[in-house]
């Protein structure tokens, strides 16, 4: 029962262009959003986040958007960059809750 | 200013052996989490942390599996009579306080049962 699901396990983008990354939920319960990055061989990095109580977050380069209605979050990359190669995890939590859950991920490449 | 340390980043077990995974948080963190990656799979909650107690431990194996994160040290998670589907990696998170899903990782523990 995957309550996150990142669908696109991997996605290639020019640099200089937009990286669009989709992630799913199905537990309307969950209230807060985040997107991590990890590069091979590391922990996991924080990127952004989202409160369920906004539908934009931004940050820099990256945005996410949220659509309750639809229970789906994107982050978008603008521009790319080689350097934003990574597998991107999307992550969900309940409220009074300190578990997320994580998608599977999707591995972004950015070529030059 | 270091981050959160795990230890160690290797770790080969036969069947039935113990391991141990050892995370020390970053300076001034007292909450600490254990998340498993299986491979091909999303980090998965194991368990969550403060001092001296365990405060959620809904995503541990009900056997083999146990944890700790005692006044002095680092935390500990322990799996005894390890079996090949224990394979995976381990990965530790503090933060300072409750509340945030802003965990800080460490690079991971990769545990291999032969």
């Known amino acids: 029962d995957q309550q996150v699901k990142q669908n696109s396990p991997s996605l290639s983008v020019q640099e200089g262009r937009i990286s669009i990354l989709n992630c799913d939920y199905t537990?309307?319960?969950?209230?807060?959003f985040l997107w991590y990055k990890k590069y091979p061989a590391e922990g996991p990095t924080f990127l952004i986040s989202?409160?369920?109580?906004?539908d934009k977050n931004e940050d820099g380069r990256f945005t996410v958007f949220l659509n309750k209605s639809a229970k789906h979050l994107s982050l978008h990359i603008v521009p790319s960059q080689p350097g934003d190669s990574a597998v991107y995890f999307c992550a969900a939590r309940k409220g009074g809750s300190e578990k997320l859950v994580f998608g599977k991920g999707t591995k972004l490449t950015v070529n030059p | 200013n270091a981050g959160v340390m795990q230890n160690p980043r290797h770790l080969v077990r036969r069947r039935g052996q113990e391991a141990r995974l050892r995370c020390s948080p970053m300076k001034g963190h007292s909450h600490v989490y254990w998340y498993r990656q299986l491979p091909e799979e999303g980090l998965k909650f194991m368990v969550y942390?403060?001092?001296?107690?365990?405060?959620?431990e809904s995503g541990m194996p009900k056997e083999r599996f146990s944890a700790e994160f005692p006044k002095e040290g680092p935390s500990i998670l322990r799996i005894q009579q390890v079996v090949r589907g224990d394979s995976a990696a381990y990965f530790c998170?503090?933060?300072?306080?409750?509340?945030?899903?802003?965990?800080?990782f460490g690079e991971g523990s990769r545990l291999t049962v032969l």
């Open positions: 942390l403060q001092k001296e107690n365990i405060i959620d």
């Open positions: 537990n309307s319960m969950f209230d807060y």
């Open positions: 998170a503090s933060s300072p306080f409750q509340d945030t899903g802003e965990l800080f």
């Open positions: 989202i409160s369920s109580i906004k």
